[in-house]
Nanobody, 124 residues
Framework: QVQLVESGGGLVQSGGSLRLSCAASGRTFSSNSMGWFRQAPGKEREFVAA????????YYSDSVKGRFTISRDNAKNTVYLQMNNLKPEDTAVYYC?????????????????WGQGTQVTVSA
């Protein structure tokens, strides 16, 4: 079992930045690839970013590439999502997820554990 707790969400103006954190506990965190997904009201959950188990490989959706950066600190059992140049369309609940698949994946079905989510709201 892996428990995931997200933090760092909030309200920010367009063009601003936020850093989300996801603290993991339970089963060995460093063996899991990790991902961030988001869900806006009335929309399906969508992939944002993923990182493999070592942190050497990352993968981003086209909508956030160049603005968001995913990273991990295995010593702290934490994965981060640095979000810069935020836009109103980034408004969503952001979820952290852990996968037994070691390579970074954009596929929802590859993730075995999910956090409760943290709200990010970007005002115009």
């Amino acid at each position: 079992q892996v428990q995931l707790v997200e933090s760092g969400g909030g309200l920010v103006q367009s063009g601003g930045s936020l850093r989300l954190s996801c603290a993991a506990s339970g089963r060995t965190f460093s063996s899991n690839s990790m991902g961030w997904f988001r869900q806006a009201p009335g929309k399906e959950r969508e992939f944002v970013a993923a990182i493999n188990w070592t942190g050497a490989s990352t993968y981003y959706s086209d909508s956030v590439k160049g603005r968001f950066t995913i990273s991990r600190d295995n010593a702290k059992n934490t994965v981060y999502l640095q979000m810069n140049n935020l836009k109103p369309e980034d408004t969503a609940v952001y979820y952290c997820a852990a996968s037994y698949v070691r390579s970074a994946s954009y596929l929802h079905r590859h993730y075995d554990y999910w956090g409760q989510g943290t709200q990010v709201t970007v005002s115009a």
